[in-house]
């Protein structure tokens, strides 16, 4: 099962400087920054009008909805909080093996 999204693994090194409670804190002003508002989850629009303030702004269409397919647990076709932090873990594979099951309290 690989991932065709491909980001710069840059939770390591922000782990490593601002510590994992610094890093869970940061994944959930992320969420706050991609979500909408009134659904008070991430959803594909969301996404992608907030994606470029996270840098992201350079994934295509296809690759939001993979980020969203692969996130969504419970399959409601949005990313709460848990969902979002739990994805950018996965999508870290150095982190996966670190401390990733503190991330899940997010
Ligand atoms: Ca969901």
Do not use: H
Request: net charge negative; with cysteine.
């Amino acid at each position: 099962m690989g991932s065709s999204v491909q980001f710069d693994d840059f939770l390591p090194s922000m782990a490593r400087k601002l510590g994992v409670e610094g890093l869970i804190e940061e994944l959930c002003k992320g969420f706050q920054l991609l979500m909408d508002p009134r659904a008070g989850r991430i959803t594909f629009q969301s996404l992608k009008r907030n994606a470029a303030r996270l840098g992201l702004g350079e994934l295509r269409d296809d690759e939001l909805q993979e980020m969203m397919r692969e996130g969504d647990m419970d399959g409601d076709g949005a990313l709460d909080q848990t969902e979002f932090c739990i994805l950018m873990v996965r999508l870290s594979p150095e982190l996966m093996e670190q401390e990733s099951y503190r991330m899940f309290e997010c």
